[in-house]
Structures are given as structure tokens and as C-alpha cells.
């Protein structure tokens, strides 16, 4: 295990500026996901680690040791890619030693990692196949397991699974996830699929535009999104947004939102706002409970069936809100239907500076 400190980390490509200033800390031992959009920077940030690419300033250190100019061979990492990258002429165990037969590891201490590792992604009945004869899926364990012989101290992944269909995404997520536990092995993960994010995560941390815009597990970036950003990229469907007004006077505070007030006593500020201000108030489908005596009315646009619950659309005063409903429904499309907010979970955003209030 090893930790990652990356210090005012800077990369440019031609004269675009990719990354700026970024710092970030990886602790031995935790599975870090980077999670964004394309384009966001988080692919850049992992070769930059791995010795990829040339950056313009800043230091990389890994396991405490300076890192910033040295060679990829040096760094003590393994690396898998979204692209499988096999020999097609070699054998699943000849693609799993390569790497190490060149660096000159002694025969018996080959043969001892690749047994191991591929006990560990139940690779054994494949070792004399070639690539041709797996599947998709057997291919990309094989390139994990060309990384995970050579021991290293930090391991990068980069999207290994997006050239997955949904099945084998959800099978090699669960064995990456039992073999971080396994191997207790620093490893840092590139992603813009949020279920590979907070599946694996032990924390994640969310890019933007080369920016890091929040960290934290993956619990907290969704019940508490840093920012707007970030509550509209985490969750399925995505979080509900209604523009409204805070206002706060010796009595306390209070929200006005599509021409309804509701009590937000129960909030939790991270720093108090003063008068009156403009704000985006952020719900969570599953926050919004469809009952009879609810508070607030709405008329049901679209339902969508996704086997153990379903998405119900409603047009709430021209603004549309998602919300989940598990089991039965009692109502049909068009039908003015009453609901509730669960206030103790909504978030606040200012509305000029985006962040979360």
C-alpha cells in the first residue's frame, strides 16, 4: 500500500489549460473514484499519477517519494485501461507474465503470482486460452490480473468497464469491489458511470471542467451535494430543482417556492443567510411522498415502470419533479394527485453563487 499526494498539480495541452492547481491526498489503502463528465480532466489527473503525460507544474508523490519526473516503470504502479490491450498471439498466461518475464523476475516467482492471481479472478481453466477465445469480460480480468502481478503499491484504473454490457459491469464491479477488500491495495478508479462510483467508492472525488469539486464517500456527496454542480450530476433520476426565495428575520427563516411556503426550521446551514436572497431548492425523488393529505397538488405526466419501483413524473405548476414509488400505484397519467416534501432532506443552493447554503 501506498499513499498519493498530488500538490498544485498543472497540465496543459497545446494552449488549453486541462487541470489547474489541483491538490489532491490519497490515503493507503482506500478505493478513490474519480467521477465526472467527459472531459472533466479525470482521465488526465490519472496518467499524470502514472507518468502518461508531461506535466506543465505542480509534484506528485507516491508512497512519500517525489515521483514528479520519474519514469512510469519507476513509480510502482500497475495500470489497467479501458481498452483490454492483450497480446492476441499470447496466451492468458503468457499476457498476465509478460511485464514480468522482461523486468527479469525469476520463473518460480512468476509462476507463484500468476497462480495466485489467477485463483483470485478465477482465471485458471483460461490460462492456456488466447484472447480470441474469451469473452469480454474474461478479457478484462486478464488485464487486471496483468497488473495485479506485478504487486504494486498503487493501483489506476481507467473506465475498465465501460466497453462492458450492463451484466458484466455489474459482475466485475462486485469482484473489484471484493478484491480491494481482498488485497487492501491503494487504489484509484476513472469513471463518469455514478453506479461504478458509489459502489466502489471509499470516497469519490467529483471533477469539473479540471476542477475538483467536491470529496467525500459516497454517502455524503449524495445526501449533502457541495454545490449545484454536483447535486444535478449524483443520482438517478437526478435530483429536482425549484427556484424560490429565502427570506430570515428574528422569527426564524423561511422558503417560498412556486408559490408555496414550507418550513425549513429543521435545516442544517453551513453558514446562515441574512435578509432575503434568491435560492434553487434540490429534492431527491425518493424525498417526495405521493399520499392522500398532502400539502401540495400536482398532476401526473408520465410514468415510468423500472421493475422493483417506478419513476412518476408530475407537473408541479409547470415545473417537473421526478419522484420513485415502490409497489403498486393507485393512480393513472393525468390524474391531480397530492404529495409532500421530506424537509429534514432537502438541499439549498444559492442561486448566483451555486453553492450549497
Not at 499513499?3 to 478505493?31: Q, R
Not at 500468476?114 to 469480454?136: F, I, N, W, Y
Not at 412518476?312 to 394527485?337: Q, T, Y
Request: proline share 4%; net charge negative; charged share 20%.
Amino acid at each position: 500500500m501506498a499513499s498519493v499526494n498530488v500538490n498544485s498539480l498543472c497540465v496543459h495541452f497545446g494552449g488549453n489549460e486541462v487541470i489547474s492547481n489541483l491538490d489532491l491526498e490519497v490515503m493507503e489503502g482506500e478505493f478513490l473514484v474519480l467521477l465526472g463528465p467527459s472531459g472533466c480532466g479525470k482521465s488526465t489527473l490519472l496518467h499524470s499519477i502514472a507518468g502518461l503525460i508531461e506535466i506543465a507544474g505542480g509534484s506528485i508523490e507516491i508512497g512519500g517519494q517525489d515521483m514528479t519526473q520519474a519514469e512510469p516503470s519507476e513509480r510502482g504502479i500497475g495500470m489497467v485501461f479501458q481498452s483490454y490491450a492483450l497480446y492476441p498471439n499470447m496466451t492468458v498466461e503468457r499476457n498476465m507474465s509478460f511485464g514480468l518475464r522482461v523486468a527479469g523476475t525469476p520463473k518460480a516467482e512468476i509462476e507463484r503470482r500468476v497462480a495466485r492471481t489467477a485463483d483470485m479472478l478465477q482465471l485458471q481453466p483460461l490460462l492456456e486460452r488466447k484472447p480470441s477465445q474469451l469473452s469480454g469480460g474474461q478479457r478484462q480480468r486478464v488485464a487486471i490480473g496483468r497488473a495485479l502481478v506485478r504487486q504494486a503499491d498503487v493501483f489506476l484504473f481507467d473506465e475498465p468497464l465501460s466497453n462492458l454490457d450492463a451484466k458484466l459491469r455489474g459482475e466485475l464491479r462486485r469482484e473489484l469491489k471484493l478484491l480491494h477488500k481482498s488485497l487492501g491495495s491503494t487504489m484509484i478508479y476513472v469513471t463518469h458511470d455514478q453506479v461504478e462510483a458509489m459502489t466502489l467508492a471509499s470516497r469519490i472525488v467529483i471533477m469539473r471542467s479540471g476542477k475538483i469539486q467536491q470529496i467525500g464517500a459516497p454517502s455524503e456527496v449524495y445526501e449533502r451535494p457541495g454545490n449545484l454542480f454536483v447535486a444535478g450530476f449524483i443520482g438517478a433520476p437526478c435530483m429536482n430543482f425549484l427556484h424560490g426565495v429565502l427570506r430570515s428575520d428574528h422569527s426564524g427563516y423561511s422558503l417560498a417556492c412556486s408559490g408555496v411556503a414550507l418550513d425549513i426550521e429543521s435545516y442544517g446551514f453551513l453558514a446562515p443567510p441574512v435578509n432575503e436572497m434568491g435560492v434553487i431548492l434540490g429534492i431527491r425523488p425518493e424525498d417526495l411522498r405521493i399520499h392522500e393529505g398532502g400539502a401540495l397538488r400536482a398532476i401526473v405526466s408520465l410514468i415510468e415502470p423500472m421493475g422493483a419501483h417506478y419513476v412518476v413524473w408530475l407537473d408541479f405548476g409547470g415545473n417537473p419533479l421526478s419522484c420513485i414509488i415502490a409497489g403498486a400505484l393507485h393512480f393513472k397519467v393525468d390524474a391531480e394527485v397530492q404529495f409532500s416534501i421530506d424537509v429534514g432532506r432537502i438541499s439549498l443552493f444559492d442561486r448566483e453563487s451555486e453553492q450549497r447554503l
